[in-house]
């Protein structure tokens, strides 16, 4: 087990056995009833976080600590858990706030009091920051009330809080025996679906497009390939020489990023589903489904879903989309945005939609009856996903059968 002990003012687990190994998570914890000092929903910059602000630029500066995954401030009942990056990329990486660290530490400041450092550098530059910080938050309080309702649905929820808060989710670690993990056969069948394979190069394995003789038009990024040949000029592409040197290349790594940015909307979608479905007791979940082919018969109503309903808030949405995704929420996020990219070559509407994949050997949705058969690319991805259990927690309700859950997918970033 990973170590947790007390530093002299904060709480720390390291990445290793000991606490000579690396710090991976820093955490401030402050008393139940200090709530001058602790974070709330309502107001960030406080001295918890600009306490976690000061101790993630120490180790990051002065031990040259590159392995923190996560910081966490937390009054023993609230817990707001931070992304590392987010304080790389709002304070380590900011030339002039670094600077002002540096000089207090090295006591070039009217005093080295660590209070000079929360009050006059950290809170004055917190307070400019006009982007959010996201933070995964909870209360512990909420789960004492849970303990009332049936086990099956309890142990749910404190599964959940239990692998949130264990040293393997904390330091990124897989589980052994995890089964929310990403694995290979739903991994191989994703690549098969966007029109990628991996293949071993000597002793590295990597991601690239099928070769010629197996490559499928129906596949994303086939299809992606043959619309931008036809849409677009690669001259309307304002970074067009990051793609390439041929015009080859240049149209494949576009449209591979374009693949990837569609397929991240429709995991993170598919995720919110298994959600909404959990969140409404899996009373009249039919209602709460909306990523299936009875709903999305097109490309053109994904391009809708994505940026006609998730991205504008309900009372704003077009009256074609207002009562057929009714139960869908708004969701204030950059991800259903038209990207820069999208804007100067095409979108997921353009795709053809008429086009048919193969279904892959061995593929989930192959019930050993049927030979060759196909389905249009949206009816493949729809049916795989549909498939695979977004919401257990490893076992299928009434079955027994062992389920494969992915609330954590992505972890394939090397695609």
């Keep these: 087990m990973r170590s947790i002990q007390r530093m002299l003012k904060d709480l720390v687990i390291h990445t290793g056995k000991t606490n000579k190994s690396a710090v991976g998570v820093i955490i401030e914890a402050k008393r139940p009833g200090n709530k001058n000092e602790m974070i709330s929903k309502d107001k960030l910059n406080s001295k918890a976080f600009q306490e976690l602000v000061l101790y993630y630029l120490d180790e990051r500066i002065n031990e040259k600590n590159i392995d923190i995954k996560y910081c966490i401030a937390t009054n023993i009942y609230e817990w707001f858990i931070f992304d590392a990056s987010f304080f790389d990329k709002y304070f380590y990486l900011n030339k002039k706030f670094v600077k002002q660290y540096e000089e207090w530490k090295q ?147 576009i449209a591979l990023e374009l693949c990837l940015t569609w397929i991240n909307r429709i995991l993170f979608l598919k995720l919110l589903e298994a959600q909404l479905v959990i969140y409404h007791k899996f009373d009249n979940s039919v209602h709460y489904k909306f990523l299936h082919p009875g709903m999305l018969k097109d490309f053109d109503e994904l391009f809708s879903l ?27 996020s950059t991800l259903f945005e038209i990207s820069q990219l999208e804007r100067e070559t095409i979108d997921i509407s353009n795709l053809n939609d008429s086009l048919s994949l193969e279904i892959m050997k061995n593929s989930i949705l192959d019930d050993g009856k049927a030979k060759n058969k196909s389905l249009t690319s949206l009816e493949y991805i729809l049916k795989f996903l549909d498939a695979y259990d977004f919401s257990s927690e490893g076992m299928e309700e009434g079955s027994g059968r062992k389920q494969d859950s992915y609330q954590c997918i992505g972890s394939r970033k090397s695609i």
């Design 306 to 332: 994505f940026h006609h309903v998730l991205a504008v808030p309900e009372k704003e949405r077009d009256a074609d989309v207002k009562n057929k995704f009714r139960l869908v929420p708004y969701l204030n």
């Design 107 to 253: 006591g070039q400041k009217v005093t080295s009091d660590t209070n000079l450092f929360y009050n006059d550098i950290a809170r004055p530059y917190i307070d400019s920051i006009e982007e959010e910080i996201p933070a995964a938050y909870f209360d512990l309080r909420e789960y004492v009330i849970d303990s009332e309702k049936p086990d099956e649905e309890k142990d749910k929820n404190f599964i959940a809080l239990y692998k949130l808060l264990s040293p393997f989710h904390l330091l990124r670690i897989p589980f052994s025996d995890d089964s929310n993990k990403l694995d290979e056969k739903f991994y191989k069948e994703l690549l098969h679906i966007i029109g990628l394979e991996e293949v071993k190069e000597g002793s590295k394995h990597i991601i690239r497009r099928k070769e010629l003789k197996n490559r499928n038009a129906g596949s994303l990024i086939e299809n992606a390939i043959s619309k931008l040949s036809i849409h677009y000029s690669i001259d309307r592409v304002s970074d067009s020489v990051n793609y390439g040197d041929t015009n080859e290349e240049k149209n494949f790594n």
